[in-house]
């Protein structure tokens, strides 16, 4: 069975630090390429992060560039998005995706106090 679950998230202050946790489960992470995108209320989802299935090629769209790391672990299956620096803007709900098989995780919300 195809799944996304996500974890980590949860209340961090303005320049702090959090890593976003994808487990997938039904194939692998490190042959499919896999994305990260947020939400917030009454707006559509944003690309923030992108990584190729071969792992050569990320991509970081957005006001988020410079500040996030996407990671895969093979041995776990999971892939991982490293967020720094962050701002009261990148409060949203944040979800991991696999556009080759179209499924979504269940999301995570971030938020970031000033």
């Known amino acids: 069975q195809l799944q996304l679950v996500q974890s980590g998230g949860g209340l961090v202050q303005f320049g702090g630090s959090l890593t976003l946790s994808c487990a997938a489960s039904?194939?692998?992470?490190?042959?499919?390429?896999m994305s990260w995108y947020r939400q917030t209320p009454g707006k559509e989802r944003e690309l923030v992060a992108f990584i190729s299935g071969s792992g050569d090629r990320t991509n970081f769209p957005g006001s988020m560039k410079g500040r996030l790391t996407i990671s895969r672990d093979g041995a776990k299956n999971t892939v991982y998005l490293q967020m720094a620096s962050l701002k009261p803007e990148d409060t949203a709900v944040y979800y991991c995706y696999t556009p080759t098989f179209g499924c979504w995780g269940q999301g995570t919300q971030v938020t970031v106090s000033s």
């Open positions: 039904g194939f692998s992470v490190t042959t499919y390429p």
